[in-house]
């Protein structure tokens, strides 16, 4: 499975910026997918998450900014009204297993190389 993440970049405080990460290598589809982010010095944390069919999950902080999607073997993440504080690697990350609790970086197998976002006070 690979998972190849694009959109990230550099934008002022109140911009917006689409991350796309595809998904290839397995016929079926993941169980759960999600975004995480890691600024530097800091832990990566799990920004938004799909889970099974139906739930969706976003940490308190990005609730009504950011919107995670997906199509086909590509999930999505709009993020508007950036903050300096969304600044980070962003990485994409998929799992297969049904009973994944989906919530932390060790319930994931498998991830993306990363995409950079900058956000500018």
């Known amino acids: 499975v690979q998972l190849v993440e694009s959109g990230g970049g550099s934008v002022q405080a109140g911009g917006s910026l689409r991350l796309s990460c595809v998904q290839s290598?397995?016929?079926?589809?993941?169980?759960?997918m999600a975004w995480f982010r890691q600024a530097v010095g800091a832990q990566r944390e799990e920004v938004a998450a799909?889970?099974?069919?139906?739930e969706i999950r976003y940490i308190d902080s990005v609730k009504g900014r950011f919107t995670i999607s997906r199509g086909g073997p590509t999930l999505y993440l709009q993020m508007n009204n950036l903050k300096p504080e969304d600044s980070g690697m962003y990485y994409c990350?998929?799992?297969?297993?049904?009973?994944?609790?989906?919530?932390?970086?060790?319930?994931?197998?498998?991830w993306g190389q990363g995409t950079h976002v900058a956000v500018s006070s």
């Open positions: 799909l889970i099974g069919s139906t």
């Open positions: 290598g397995r016929s079926y589809g993941s169980y759960c």
């Open positions: 990350a998929s799992e297969f297993w049904v009973g994944s609790p989906c919530a932390t970086v060790r319930d994931f197998t498998f």
